[in-house]
């Protein structure tokens, strides 16, 4: 792993420790629970709005455990392999 991928996931990881991070994904999880219901979609155009909105809150609420399973994934290298000569 080069130096600035090491860095990368070295300021993610203290990202995901600090409480500003915490608030953030209560917030979105709030906020979740209102933007998820269509009751009150007005129209086609506010029900796509409502599924990026749920997009970019999934992605978020993901991206401490997507981090972790792409740094592990370079960290063991030889676990992902697989061998395919049955």
């Known amino acids: 792993m080069n130096k ?3 860095q990368y996931y070295r300021e993610m990881f203290q990202l995901f420790r600090t ?16 933007i998820d219901s269509i009751e009150h979609a007005k ?6 709005f ?10 978020l609420m993901n991206l401490e455990e997507t981090t972790l399973n792409s740094f592990e994934q370079l960290d ?7 061998d395919y000569d049955v």
């Open 4 to 6: 600035e991928l090491e």
């Open 19 to 34: 409480d500003g991070w915490t608030t953030l994904l209560l917030d979105l999880k709030t906020n979740l629970e209102t």
């Open 43 to 48: 129209g086609l155009e506010d029900l796509f």
């Open 50 to 59: 409502r599924k990026g909105q749920l997009n970019i809150i999934g992605t």
């Open 76 to 82: 063991n290298p030889q676990e992902d392999e697989q």
